[in-house]
């Protein structure tokens, strides 16, 4: 189901396992599993595994003509489950609604999906998304202090941190809110925490590494003479440590704006960060003209506080998440370039020796 009444056929196709040499600076193999059972995929889908499956649910896309032409943007409710990576999706259930441009956190309960957007607006929902005896099924969760969307957050030991976004559809300003919630503590509840030392973003990277809760790029918003927003691409970045708080450290090279999250880990105690829009491509016209997004993987390390190029994605997507799934971080579907996604699932991990 969809907020469109455009039909639209599904074609399951068997996997194929592709993979490509990585480059001699980034040790890491990408590979390529089934597409994604949509001719258009979907940008942020909510993603996670529970009980050993692979979950992709929700997200948005244009199934028509693209937004240039006057395109309809389209959310989903359908939930693809893959068992196994050489295996085939199918259809496993539906969300409680169209949804999509949230967050996801894993959990052992299941597949936490957290606020996002519909056609019509923005929502504080929050449930956890299961797989039951071949089926999808739902739990409630506490919702979110507020509707918000294009936020980032990720889970470091039994704390769900979640971080920025925007509250409204065309909001003017990115917010600065960072919550939490202990799933270790007897009463699950959103605390709200002290900011980052920086400006309000949304479609931001997060990520877990050296016990610490990182917060990087984005995209700022301010009003034009019009009043419509108008993006900052921001390059800033922040670690938070728990009982310490938050300092900033050494800016990323290049923004990274909604480029895949959370961002996996890379070495003993760092993270990469994968692609992202660094607003190169702004003045390309027509926007059908638009190349696609940069590849470019940046990799932090913590003792250093320094970031080192490491290679590039050979297919680089934006607004997605990332999932950790059978020793390889996923990559399931996402926007290549504004207006146009692709059902391309692709995973990467450590090269065998």
Not at 182 to 203: H, I, K, N, V
Not at 244 to 251: H, L, N, S
Request: net charge positive.
């Amino acid at each position: 189901m969809r907020t469109s009444s455009r039909p639209w056929r599904l074609a399951l196709v068997a996997a194929a396992l592709i993979a490509f040499p990585a480059v001699a600076a980034e040790p890491v193999r990408w590979e390529r599993l089934a597409p994604l059972p949509d001719p258009e995929g979907f940008a942020y889908p909510f993603a996670g595994v529970h009980r050993g499956a692979l979950l992709v649910a929700g997200g948005a896309n244009f199934p028509g003509k693209r937004p240039w032409d006057g395109g309809e943007k389209v959310w989903y409710d359908t939930v693809f489950v893959l068992e196994r990576p050489e295996g085939a999706w199918k259809i496993g259930g539906r969300l409680p609604r169209p949804l999509g441009y949230g967050v996801s956190i894993p959990t052992p309960d299941g597949v936490l999906c957290l606020g996002g957007s519909d056609a019509g607006g923005h929502h504080a929902d929050a449930f956890l998304l299961r797989w039951e005896e071949g089926r999808i099924a739902t739990r409630p969760f506490p919702a979110l202090p507020r509707p918000v969307a294009n936020l980032c957050g990720a889970l470091l030991g039994s704390t769900i941190y979640v971080a920025g976004g925007i509250a409204t559809p065309d909001a003017t300003a990115a917010l600065t809110t960072f919550w939490a919630l202990d799933l270790a503590a007897p009463e699950r509840r959103w605390r709200e925490l002290p900011s980052w030392p920086g400006p309000g973003r949304m479609l931001a990277v997060a990520a877990v590494a050296d016990g610490a809760f990182f917060l990087v790029s984005g995209a700022a918003l301010a009003p034009d003479a019009q009043g419509k927003p108008v993006r900052t691409y921001l390059q800033d970045a922040h670690r938070y440590d728990p009982g310490r708080g938050w300092r900033r450290i050494a800016d990323l090279p290049r923004p990274a704006v909604a480029a895949p999250t959370p961002a996996p880990p890379d070495g003993a105690r760092g993270f990469v960060v994968l692609g992202g829009d660094d607003a190169s491509q702004l003045k390309v016209t027509p926007l059908s003209a638009h190349p696609g997004f940069p590849g470019a993987t940046w990799t932090y390390d913590p003792p250093a506080d320094a970031w080192r190029s490491t290679g590039r994605m050979p297919r680089p997507t934006v607004t997605v998440p990332v999932v950790e799934w059978e020793g390889r971080y996923v990559i399931p579907s996402g926007e290549l370039r504004p207006g146009v996604r692709t059902p391309e699932v692709w995973t990467r991990r450590p090269a065998q020796p």
